[in-house]
């Protein structure tokens, strides 16, 4: 029996291993191929023919393969414990897994010690079973006499209470002594008797009301009379409050004084001039410390007063002079064609700029203000060669010459600038000695002029 089994699994062998037993059943045309580098193999098509000449056969065509039930037996037995094998391994890994997960790791029990050490320095700082006993204790203690002292206070009246009771008993004395002193200096006998006479009438007449007022007042006037009576004693309460509040007649009078004093410094005042320093500042109310102008020699200055030092040396301190001008001066003018007239003044057709109107077309300035003025002129010369001056005409002087530009016979450009001290009604002009001053519609002469600085201003 044993080597019938043998012969049978070598049988089986060869045919597996010469690719003679499929894997599946012969309708697949699925065939297993085994790869023998000394066997040919048989191919899909081969095996193709072979089963198309047995399927003529029904009963072959239709019954399952016996090669492949040997086959698939143990393939899927081998399958299903691989199957087994891989579930095993599978469920192994989930609960190696699961248990990692329920770890902690060093990191994690290194911060919880750390935490467990925190904890236990507190605790042994805080406060033990006795200490925290013996501060309720005191606490205890503290309560009940705050709460004695409140009781003793609530009953007893506060110092501003009894000031009060003193005064009000003084004034009380005082106001009956001076009516006892006036009765008794000046009531006659006959007043006395009538007024006696008139008490005696007044207390008939109280008793006949109090028996009327016994036998008809109702509980409702009581309550009435009552109400009265206590909105009659808060008003006077309230009087004699506002009263303790009033201030006294030396403070009113004080205060009187001071406004008095506050009007006149606040007051306008003058001293009939500029102010030339910081004493006459001071003179007319000012207080406050500062840099303030002041006019001297008919200049304006800047200067620090501090009026807290008003006899020191440091009172007064210069700050600089202002430029202050009472009038805005300065000109600018141009020519548009060229001028020859020799021993005459250089007329401007074109005046670009003329603040305060002191410069005409005829090319003369007349200083409006006196002070330094700056004059600048340029002009351009043509063939032959040009001489052109600056003068300057006074009161007393006739156009004096201040300077001369000279221009060459080859278009020169030449030139004149200077600074002069004016008086009011100084006049000053460009004059032409030789030559001709060539311009055309590009504008080659310019004359300009300003005001730098005024030396007095009006007052």
């Keep these: 029996m044993a080597k019938i089994s043998l012969i049978v699994i070598i049988w089986i062998w060869h045919c597996v291993f ?91 029990l290194d911060k919880t010690n750390k935490a467990v050490a925190d904890l236990t320095i507190a605790l042994q700082t805080k406060a033990n079973k006795a200490d925290v006993n013996q501060l309720i204790s005191d606490v205890t203690d503290l309560t009940t006499k705050v709460d004695a002292t409140n009781d003793n206070l609530a009953t007893k009246a506060s110092q501003t209470d009894l000031d009060q009771t003193n005064s009000d008993v003084a004034g009380l004395t005082a106001s009956l002594q001076t009516t006892n002193n006036n009765l008794a200096t000046k009531a006659s006998q006959t007043d006395l008797d009538q007024t006696n006479s008139d008490v005696t009438d007044l207390t008939a007449s109280l008793q006949t009301t109090n028996d009327n007022l016994a036998t008809k007042a109702s509980q409702t006037d009581l309550d009435q009379t009552n109400s009265d009576v206590a909105g009659l004693t808060a008003s006077l309460q309230t009087t004699n409050d506002n009263l303790t509040t009033k201030a006294s007649q030396t403070d009113l009078d004080q205060t009187k004084s001071d406004v008095t004093d506050l009007i006149a410094k606040t007051s306008p005042s003058s001293i009939g001039t500029i102010p030339t320093s910081c004493v006459d500042l001071e003179t007319i109310g000012f207080v406050k410390s500062g840099i303030h102008s002041v006019m001297v020699n008919k200049q304006v200055q800047d200067v620090y007063c501090d009026f807290t030092k008003s006899n020191s040396p440091d009172f007064q301190k210069l700050i600089g002079v202002v430029d202050v001008k009472s009038t805005q001066v300065y000109f600018y003018a141009q020519k548009s064609t060229s001028y020859s007239t020799v021993g005459t003044g250089i007329p401007f057709d074109l005046i670009k700029l003329n603040v305060g109107n002191a ?27 040009v001489r052109a001056a600056l003068q300057l005409k006074t009161a007393s002087v006739d156009w004096a010459t201040v300077g001369t530009a000279y221009g060459s016979n080859n278009y020169q450009t030449f030139s004149f600038h200077s600074t002069l001290q004016l008086l009011q009604g100084d006049q000053i002009r460009m004059y032409l000695r030789d030559g001709i001053v060539y311009d055309d519609d590009r504008f080659f002469t310019h004359f300009v002029g300003w005001l730098i600085d005024e030396d007095e201003l009006p007052v």
Excluded at 28 to 36: C, F, H
Excluded at 41 to 69: C, F, V, W
Excluded at 99 to 107: H, P, S
Excluded at 362 to 385: C, D, N, Q
Aim: proline residues 3%.
């Design 18 to 108: 010469n690719n003679q037993l499929s894997a599946n059943d012969a309708h697949d045309n699925y065939y297993l191929l085994y790869s023998n580098a000394f066997v040919s193999q048989h191919t899909k098509a081969n095996y193709g023919k072979i089963m198309d000449q047995s399927s003529k056969n029904d009963e072959l065509h239709n019954t399952p393969n016996t090669r492949s039930l040997f086959l698939q037996g143990p393939i899927l037995l081998k399958i299903k414990q691989l199957e087994s094998i891989i579930a095993s391994v599978a469920k192994q890994l989930i609960d190696t897994k699961n248990e990692l997960t329920k770890k902690v790791t060093q990191a994690d």
């Design 359 to 385: 410069f005409s077309t005829s090319g003369e300035f007349v200083a409006p203000r006196p002070g330094k003025y700056y004059f600048a002129y340029s002009g351009l010369s043509g063939t032959i060669i």
